[in-house]
């Protein structure tokens, strides 16, 4: 890996992530009452775990608003949940502020047209195998894994691995 995504990745102390299509599979599974259910991957779960316990926190920034959404982020411990953002990159503003940290201590996975601007503006831009080929073009890194089949957690692996932190669960 290129030593100046090394360097972006050693200032990293927060995750933002997207959800459709990047911690699901793009695939929207409505049941016979017509509720739309997502599948989420388990080991992005343990990367926010990973990430929890090395004092990284998880950040939902999502333009949906759903419940399944809100109680996968409340079961992982994600630590803020900010959805129905149409503007994601108006965000980043709140967030550093609120957390006191710059733009280029943040990581941002993201996939789509709508990331694009938060993708620019973050220090450490990801996205899915599958993500448009705009988000490719100016993502730092292109993950190896499609979305929904566990991009959270090679970001993770990936950020711990380069910062030198435990990623080993049993240990503290």
């Known amino acids: 890996m290129n030593h100046l995504i090394i360097k972006k990745i050693k200032k990293i102390r927060i995750l933002l992530t997207d959800v459709d299509c990047v911690l699901t599979d793009c695939g929207m599974y ?13 080991r992005d779960g343990m990367g926010v775990t990973l990430l929890r316990k090395n004092m990284i926190p998880t950040i939902i920034v999502t333009k949906e608003k759903t419940v399944m959404v ?3 982020a409340k079961n992982m411990k994600i630590f803020r949940i900010f959805d129905g953002i149409q503007d994601k990159e108006q965000i980043l503003i709140k967030i550093c502020n ?16 709508n990331d694009i601007g938060l ?10 195998k599958n993500a448009i080929d705009e988000a490719k073009k100016i993502a730092n890194y292109v993950c190896k894994t ?3 089949h566990g991009v959270l957690r090679e970001v ?17």
């Not at 609120?98 to 047209?113: F, R, S």
């Not at 993770?156 to 080993?168: E, F």
């Open 30 to 42: 409505y049941d016979k009452t017509g509720d739309v259910m997502k599948k989420f991957h388990t």
């Open 70 to 72: 809100r109680k996968w």
């Open 98 to 113: 609120t957390l006191n940290v710059k733009p280029e201590q943040i990581a941002y996975i993201g996939d789509d047209i």
């Open 119 to 128: 993708l620019n503006k973050v220090g450490f831009s990801t996205v899915p």
């Open 146 to 148: 499609e979305g929904g």
């Open 156 to 172: 993770a692996d990936l950020i711990l691995t380069t910062q030198g932190l435990n990623v080993n669960f049993t240990k503290k």
